[in-house]
T-cell receptor, first 116, second 114 residues
Framework: KAGVTQTPRYLIKTRGQQVTLSCSPI?????VSWYQQTPGQGLQFLFE???????NKGNFPGRFSGRQFSNSRSEMNVSTLELGDSALYLC???????????????FGPGTRLTVL | AQSVTQLDSHVSVSEGTPVLLRCNYS??????LFWYVQHPNKGLQLLLK??????LVKGINGFEAEFKKSETSFHLTKPSAHMSDAAEYFC????????????FGKGTTLSVSS
């Protein structure tokens, strides 16, 4: 079974631009979660989508948004990029039926975003 | 607020010696606990998880962890380190409550020397 895939793997943008990242979950998984990883803040939860609905949200500004399609693929969008948005963005998929406390999360390799 | 603390940011061991990576969590609610490993330029891989069953949890690649409620700890151990174990390790907690996400520790970098 193919794992979680994320595209693109690397991205360079300038301040003020917007960016869209894509995540394809493992076949059969209906939940997709997004995380931001930075050296200073570590790994932080952004949001979770399940069956095309945002089910959970972390403490990030509204510039960070996402959506999920009927095939469970998910996109994350960041508008008006800031230097501090430079990070590794990881997505994780799971079956989604048991919740994060029981469902195993399978992570993709991440998208490395650099904001200049 | 719920939290998880990894007590060492960096641990160095020699190949063939035991590994101990320490993790403490806040104890407001019954937790589910996980250890993930991240190799350079790779995503996170689940090593093991505790979800209120047996307190000694065995994972992949010879790792295990023991849930100790009295000490609010979930330390990761391995009897004999291998060079391929060199990576960053994350202790993760979540709680069985609606709207709770995964909460990650800051990570421990494990170095293994020959």
């Amino acid at each position: 079974k193919a794992g979680v895939t994320q595209t693109p793997r690397y991205l360079i943008k300038t301040r003020g631009q917007q960016v869209t990242l894509s995540c394809s979950p493992i076949s059969g998984h209906r939940s997709v979660s997004w995380y931001q990883q930075t050296p200073g803040q570590g790994l932080q939860f952004l949001f979770e989508y399940f069956s095309e609905t945002q089910r959970n949200k972390g403490n990030f500004p509204g510039r960070f948004s996402g959506r999920q399609f009927s095939n469970s693929r998910s996109e994350m969008n960041v508008s008006t990029l800031e230097l501090g948005d430079s990070a590794l963005y990881l997505c994780a998929s799971s079956l989604g039926t048991g919740g994060v406390s029981t469902d195993t999360q399978y992570f993709g390799p991440g998208t490395r975003l650099t904001v200049l | 607020a719920q939290s998880v603390t990894q007590l060492d940011s960096h641990v160095s061991v020699s190949e063939g010696t035991p590994v101990l990576l320490r993790c403490n969590y806040s104890s407001s609610y019954s937790p589910s606990l996980f250890w993930y490993v991240q190799h350079p330029n790779k995503g996170l891989q689940l090593l093991l998880k505790y979800t209120s069953a047996a307190t000694l949890v065995k994972g992949i690649n010879g790792f295990e962890a023991e849930f100790k409620k009295s000490e609010t700890s979930f330390h990761l151990t391995k009897p004999s380190a291998h060079m391929s174990d060199a990576a960053e390790y994350f202790c993760v907690v979540t709680y069985n409550q609606a709207g709770t996400a995964l909460i990650f520790g800051k990570g421990t970098t494990l170095s293994v020397s020959s």
